[in-house]
């Protein structure tokens, strides 16, 4: 009977240990998504596109509703030239909030620059005789001239 209750005293503090263990303080979580945040923002600041897309990325894995870092996440591939990727991030910031109007105005910009590629693309297919080829470039000055002039952007022609 001794052996029995010492064994069950035993248990039981082992097995409060172990249990102790897998235990996370909320604290600490929030604490590292603050840091985390805090690390991003001045990734951010610091024009680290690259950090700023892993970092943020992090991010929404915590809070998949936060616009601010979709929206960032979106600028951050839009200053690196990857257009099709910041739409597709700005899309899931609208998502969230439609009516973002920031949002919304830089996936228009990365639209035309998008759209501008398309027409390169169709001017390299078509002969400089065919009407097509004259339009396109058209619409490449006209979309350049735009985003020059307005928002300091070169497009490579």
Known sequence: MKY?????????????G?????????????MNTTELQQTADTAYENEAWGDVIELYSKLTKEAPDDVRSWYRIGNAYAHLNQT??????????????PNNSIVLHNMGISQLQ??????????????????LNTRAQLVINA???????????DVEN
């Open 4 to 16: 029995s209750k010492l064994l069950i005293v035993l248990l039981t503090v082992l097995n409060t």
């Open 143 to 153: 979309i350049s001239t735009l985003l020059n002039k307005e928002f300091k952007i």
């Open 114 to 131: 998008e759209s501008t590629k398309t027409f390169i693309k169709l001017k390299k297919y078509t002969d400089d005789d065919d009407a």
């Open 84 to 97: 099709k990727s910041a739409i597709s991030t700005y899309q899931i910031a609208l998502a969230i909030s």
């Open 18 to 30: 172990c249990n102790n263990q897998n235990i996370k303080s909320n604290k600490n979580v929030r």
